[in-house]
């Protein structure tokens, strides 16, 4: 079981909006901020979002991280058959003293 | 930027030891945590711990204390990842990765390194 708590799945037909949530407590997200990965099948994990809201070059803006107390959401627009992949969210836990992450969504498009 | 890449795959019989690598290029390798994560079949990534390549400093999960042990060879930029007596359950894959400071800052993740385990 994962210290933060995701959907396993989501879904969405092309040019939709998704957003996947990711929930935690005062002791990871409540007081650290979040990270999001991107994997596909068979490859390593992918940095999508950081410190919460930040996106690394290279990912487009349609896709956007927010938090908000110990919750935090993952927002994809404009929906593409190249974003079905399966999504984590992770943060520094301070009671673990390290990082964590959620069980992980897996994003079809329809 | 720091790039990281991992020996291959291996198969191996229950009770038998292992390590495996991650070795980084580039001058960010030593003042970077070095981070191992495990994925088993079908599941999620979990943190096993880290290692500060510049004094091998270690911080283990406690899901994984005893488990397994991490060590580093700052000389030529290479994290190490061992087991002494594996486990059918140890089958996964496992990939190393940058850690940034104290967060969940996972940046750039080697190829990843299969292990299998079965008798």
């Known amino acids: 079981q994962s210290v933060l708590t995701q959907p396993p799945s989501a879904s969405g037909t092309p040019g939709q909006r998704v957003t996947i949530s990711c929930s935690g407590s005062t002791s990871n997200i409540g007081k650290n901020p979040v990270f999001w990965y991107q994997q596909f099948p068979g490859a390593a994990p992918k940095l999508l979002i950081y410190r919460s809201n930040q996106r690394p070059s290279g990912v487009p803006d349609r896709i956007s991280g927010s938090k908000s107390d110990t919750s935090a959401s993952l927002a994809i627009s404009g929906l593409r058959s190249e974003d079905e992949a399966d999504y984590y969210c992770a943060a520094r836990d301070d009671r673990l003293g390290g990082p964590v992450f959620g069980g992980g969504t897996k994003l079809t498009v329809l | 930027e720091v790039q990281l890449v991992q020996s291959g795959a291996e198969v191996k019989k229950p009770g038998e030891s292992l390590t495996i690598s991650c070795q980084g290029s580039g001058n960010r390798f030593i003042t970077n945590w070095i981070a191992w994560v495990r994925q088993m079949p079908g599941k999620g990534l979990e943190w096993m711990g880290m290692?500060?390549?510049?004094?091998?400093?270690?911080r283990y999960s406690p899901s994984f204390q005893g488990q397994v042990s991490m060590s580093v060879d700052k000389a030529i930029s290479t994290a190490y990842l061992r087991w002494s007596s594996l486990k059918a359950s140890d089958t996964a894959m496992y990939y190393c990765?940058?850690?940034?400071?104290?967060?969940?800052?996972?940046?750039?993740w080697g190829q990843g390194t299969l292990v299998t385990v079965s008798s």
């Open positions: 290692i500060f390549p510049d004094d091998s400093d270690t």
């Open positions: 990765a940058t850690l940034m400071g104290s967060s969940a800052w996972f940046d750039p």
